[in-house]
């Protein structure tokens, strides 16, 4: 069975840092993209940064400068790096990935969720 195991959540202060880790446990055929999302409360969850099979990458434009997502393709691994946080980012991380278990068998998973809060 495919799961996602995300960590490196926290308390921050603004301006700090943090890094999300999100590592793929199972057997995957074919990893077509990896994102990182982030909802709160009453609001829709919001793509934050993807990355793809073909290394494309895309952030969506309030962490565009501030985050960002690498993959370590041999270790099925998908980092977020996020520096100069703001309260605004407080939020939870969900790791996605969407893949192929199977050739034939498409997914759609999705991590735990991890909470960031960036307060004073």
């Known amino acids: 069975q495919v799961q996602l195991v995300e960590s490196g959540g926290g308390s921050v202060q603004p301006g700090g840092s943090l890094t999300l880790s999100c590592a793929v446990s199972g057997s995957v055929f074919r990893i077509v993209a990896m994102a990182w999302y982030r909802q709160t409360p009453g609001k829709e969850r919001e793509l934050v940064a993807s990355?793809?099979?073909?290394?494309?990458?895309n952030y969506v434009d309030s962490v565009k400068g501030r985050f960002t997502i690498s993959k370590i393709n041999g270790a099925n691994t998908v980092y977020l790096q996020m520096n100069s946080l703001k309260p605004e980012d407080t939020a939870v991380y969900y790791c996605n990935m969407r893949a192929y278990e199977a050739p034939s068998k498409w997914g759609d998973y999705w991590g735990q969720g991890t909470q960031v809060t960036v307060s004073s």
């Open positions: 990355t793809n099979s073909g290394g494309a990458i």
